[in-house]
Structure formats: structure tokens, C-alpha cells
């Protein structure tokens, strides 16, 4: 039963669709020729940041993935500097250089997106390390992806932030896939949460298909990361419904019955219906919102297709660390 105020309940969904509505604009911008390099995108996944991120303020700090799209928006890069930087333009969040694979936002806390796959892992265990020595209550996520947790960074990252009790959430998105290869095969034992059992931390499995459930065991997490009580590795279940990337294609590894399945499940259409139901908010409540988005992410797109591309005489300039 969902006991959360209209307000938070309208926010979560409001977050939830500003991912998809961008997510879905990308892809069609993808098909443009609008953006250079990959587009991994978030949609099926939108509650994990969702629901993670509704805990953190502007201190915290994120480190995300290749598929990161979600988690910078979730994390306050507000639309329109996330589209204009895949756009490869001068007001996007990396001023253009990065695109989808490097979003950094320091203001707000998105500490980076990385295109090599593991080491966001070592770099939240990494801040929470530097959060611990100078005694705030900040706190440090790490999302990565099913794949990742096979790599030595994840066995390194959460040793280390179990035995100094880091302030850091590793938080996996277990969308049963890496690229093309399942976690059923890749994995000796696919489980992940059990992993924590190992370095002694809590490892909790949750639906993420269900903002309020991650909601839940991430409020708890972050509760227990300011109050010195150390890390937790949330294992999210969840599924990507479009290709790894755009422009691959989807139906040698999987079919397209088991995606269509998943998308039965979808996080915002399941959470709307559920609200609805339980009269936590309306269906104008939800139209309003829809609408208020759609404007937002409309002008976001206006806005990153009319900017200027970085002047050429400036390509040296925010490479390398300038003392
Ligand atoms: C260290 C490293 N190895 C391999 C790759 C190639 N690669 C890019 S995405 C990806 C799959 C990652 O899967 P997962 O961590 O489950 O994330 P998902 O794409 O499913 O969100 C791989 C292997 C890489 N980018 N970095
Ligand atoms: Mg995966």
C-alpha cells in the first residue's frame, strides 16, 4: 500500500517521464543524425534513478555508466543541457566535449558517466572515502549494470567500502543483460544481492519495475550511509526494452515475445495505474504532469538544436585540470 504524499507520488512520476519523454526524443534524434557516437538509453529502467535519487540533495554525488542518461537527469542536469550534449553543443552539460557517455554536472552532484564499465564502482567507493575522512553526511551512488558486477571492480569497491563502512549505495541494474550476453551465462551464480553476504554488507534485491519498492530500500540505505552505518548493494531486477544501443539490433539474443512482456511491466504505466487506484492522485493529476513534460522536453529539444557548436580555438580548454 502506498502511504506517500500526492506531492511525492507526482514527483516521482514527473521524474520518471522527463527520462522516458528525453529518452524517447534521443531516439529520434539518433535516427536523425543528431547524435554523434552511442545512445544507450534508459527506457524500461527509469525507476532505479528514480527512486534512488528522490533521497539525495546537490551534495551527494552520482558516478553512472554508459547507459546514464536517467541518472544525470535524476540527479538535476536539467533537460536541455543533457540533449544539447548529446548534440555535441556548447550549452550542454560537458560543453559539448563529452556526449552521452560523459555527462558531468558537478554542481549538482553528477560526478560523471563513463563509457568503460566498472569503474563508477571504485569512484563512489572513492568520494565516499573522501566524505568519511573530512566527517560530512554525504553520500555517494554507484549505478552499473548486471555486467559490471563480474568485473574486479565491483569485488574491490565493496570490500574496501565495507571494511572503512563507506557512506556509499552500489546500486545494480540488473537488466539480465550485458550487450547481447545474459547474466545467466556470464555469471556463475547470476544472484546479486547474496554478493554483499561477502563483504559483509547488506545486499538487498528489489523489483525494479517498482519505484515505490526502490524507493523504500534506497531511503533505508541512505538513512543508514549519513548515519555512519556504512555501504548497501541494491540489486534492481529490470529490463531494457530497446536495443543496447540505438541503431543495434535486438532479436538474436532475445525475442521479441519476452520484450513485449516486459513492457507489460512498464515502471511508469504500472505506478500511474497502481496510483490511480488507490486514489493517491488522479488521472488529471497524472495528464497535468504528462503535459507540463511534454513542454518542458519539447523546448529542451528547441533549445539544443539551436545551439552554437564549441568554437574550434577552445578545443584545448577544459581537458586537462587548469590550477
Ligand atoms: C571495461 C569494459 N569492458 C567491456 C566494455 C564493452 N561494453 C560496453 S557496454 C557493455 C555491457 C555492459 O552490461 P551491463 O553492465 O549489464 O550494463 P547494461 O548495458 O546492461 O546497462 C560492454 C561489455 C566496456 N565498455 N568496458
Ligand atoms: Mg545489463
Known sequence: MNTLPRETVLALYRQMQVIRQCEEQLARSHQRGLIHGACHTYVGEEAIATGVCAHLNHKDVVFSTH???????????PPRELIAELFGRSTGCSLGRGGSMHLFSPAVGMMGTSGIVGPCILQAAGAGYSFKLLKTDQVAVAFFGDGAANNAAFHEGLN??????????????????ATEVPSSYASGNPAIAIRGVSYG??????????????????GEAVRRARSGGGPTLIECKTYRTRAH???MGDFTYRT???VEEWKKRDPIALFRANSEAQKTASAADFAAVDAEVQAEVAEAMKFAEGSPWPEGATATKHVYCEV
Open 67 to 77: 547507459r546514464g542518461h536517467g541518472h544525470a537527469l535524476a540527479k538535476g542536469v
Open 160 to 177: 574496501m567500502a565495507s571494511i572503512w563502512k563507506l557512506p556509499v549505495l552500489f546500486v545494480c541494474e540488473n537488466n539480465q543483460f
Open 201 to 218: 554488507i547488506p545486499g538487498i534485491e528489489v523489483d525494479g519495475n517498482d519505484v515505490l519498492a526502490v524507493y523504500d530500500v534506497a
Open 245 to 247: 544501443a540505438e541503431g
Open 256 to 258: 521479441r515475445e519476452d
